[in-house]
């Protein structure tokens, strides 16, 4: 079952095309990266399916609904963490996350909310004396806060530290399955470490679409697979590393070592799909 189905978006701008035919869908529970350059139509997608921005054609449902037509009770059912922090500089932190939680009907414990996000020491500081990592946290919390259906992360870990961006993918996997899960970010690894599906958009198209292991298949086909035995180096490709390898042990058992297998990056898959698609599109 879809929580978000895009179908032939569009967006223009004058006579410029921002969005050209963008479909996907996002299952219940699932987490979708969606990767882009600069200028690829990230955002506008995400404001659109947030209900912040009207499309100039094609079919949005988030939920069932129309964003574009959703009601209080519909944004009550989404999370949002944009990519700038919000200003509440006069509130504390634990007052801010325990006012908000009162309009839902089941919010997150704020205390629970403000360890997950790594705020608790920081629970009773104004917002305006946090730094800027922090009221970022801040930001993924608000989001948080009403234990949303779907959640909208644009970009959720800009200015945190390696610990806080750790503490954030737990934060994300432990949502994940309950929580349906819209990520775009710039930083590859983490959408590989994070995404159960990847979408990939250049030029306001769909590039590609798929895990990160079926896109890695796209461009490069076949593993590489390195093993010594009895002092002798080898190296094969093979589509199935995974059974070659098991055959490879079954056949010379104990004598195998340092088998390696590897496969293309997330980061070599996403350059060479975008560079494919800019040779290709239409001067």
Known sequence: MSAVDVEDLRMRY?????????????????????????????????EILEGFRMRSGGRVEVLGADPAHAGERWRARVGIVLQSWRDHGK?????????????????????????????????????????????????VAIGLVGRPEVLFLDEPTAAFDPQARREFHDLVRAAAGRTTILLTTHDLDEAEKLADRIVIVNGGRVIADGTSRELARLIAGEDEVRWTRDGHSFSTTTPDSTRFARELFLQYGEAVHELEVRRASLEQTYLTLVRQAEGTAAP
């Open 14 to 46: 004058g006579t410029a095309d921002v969005l050209d035919g963008v479909t996907f869908q996002i299952r219940a529970g699932e987490v979708l990266a969606l990767l882009g350059p600069n200028g690829a139509g990230k955002t506008t997608t995400i």
């Open 91 to 139: 509130w504390r932190v634990r007052e801010l996350l325990a006012h908000l939680a009162s309009y839902y009907d089941d919010p997150w414990d704020v205390g629970e909310l403000v360890a997950a996000v790594g705020l608790a020491g920081q629970a009773g500081q104004k917002i305006r004396t946090l730094s800027g990592g922090q009221r970022r946290r801040l930001d």
